[in-house]
């Protein structure tokens, strides 16, 4: 027998499941979901299996591109994208975060050029699962407390 979903389905869009439950808010800033007209689901504290409590963020009629989906990881780097069309599951990915990040991330040192001058941020992953950048640029590493996108 099928559990009743906590957050109803939606007929085409994005799924992003397995959000720790605070962080939830931080991916909806990070994605501006403020400023989206179509119709967004979402709930918090759900009880899940693996994380004990979980996020849901539902999209209608949204497809995120590249570097959406790169900030989503950042944040929350064990997210699941789900994409659906007419009701039906698609795709189901695990998000990762890429070994180089380009801009969309700002350097958290003020001296460095990126802050400074027009030059566009690059960062090396140097830890993903704690999330740390290194500045291709002054070197200084930028931890996830740190994190402030573009
Ligand atoms: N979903 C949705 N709208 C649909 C179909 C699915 O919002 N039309 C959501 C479900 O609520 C679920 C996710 O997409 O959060 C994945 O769906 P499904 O694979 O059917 O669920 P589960 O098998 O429970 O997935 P998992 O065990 O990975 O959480
Ligand atoms: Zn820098």
């Known amino acids: 027998m099928k559990k009743e979903l906590v957050v109803s389905a939606i007929k085409n869009g994005t799924v ?3 959000i720790p439950a ?3 808010f931080q991916v909806i800033r990070a994605l501006d979901l403020n400023d989206c007209t179509e119709q967004i689901l979402m709930g918090n504290n759900l009880t899940s299996h693996k994380l004990g409590k979980k996020g849901i963020i539902k999209c209608q009629d949204k497809f995120f591109q590249k570097e959406e989906i790169n900030k989503i990881a950042l944040i929350t780097p064990h997210a699941t994208l789900i994409t659906i069309r007419e009701y039906e599951v698609v795709e189901k990915i695990k998000i990762g975060i890429p070994d180089t990040i380009e801009g969309m991330v ?3 040192n003020p001296k460095c050029i990126t802050n400074n001058e027009v030059v566009t941020q690059k960062f090396t992953v ?3 699962e704690d999330v740390m950048l290194q500045c291709r640029y002054c070197q200084k590493i930028t ?3 740190m994190l402030t996108f573009l």
């Open 106 to 108: 700002k350097c958290f």
């Open 16 to 18: 992003i499941d397995h």
């Open 126 to 128: 140097i830890n993903k």
């Open 22 to 24: 605070d962080k939830l």
């Open 143 to 145: 931890k996830k407390e």
